[in-house]
């Protein structure tokens, strides 16, 4: 978990693995990011996204975003887990207005 002060409250961002049901009984494997305010809730200003590596970090591409809409408490996305142990990921906090990371998980 990686967490920052940003507009008066405390933001963190929390990662792990979940299996989501599928069609037809099938399950899929998924690494998820979630967003998670301490005090005033996270805001149309907020966003939580997944960034995925193959060398360690080095260099890395945004998988996508999740915007947090209306008066959620929290916003969270997912992506299926591929079977190359090459793959790494994890999850940032951001600002919306700006782009910006404000914390991310490590590696996992």
Known sequence: MASRTYDGRRVSVQRGWAYVAGGGGATQEVAFGALVSAGKPVGNADGVKMEITTDGGS???????????????????YIPHPNDSNYLFRACYYVVQTGSNRACTGWW
């Not at 260099?59 to 996305?77: A, M, N, P, Q």
């Open 59 to 77: 260099t890395h591409i945004d998988c996508t975003e999740s915007l947090v809409r209306g008066s959620e408490k929290y916003t969270w996305f």
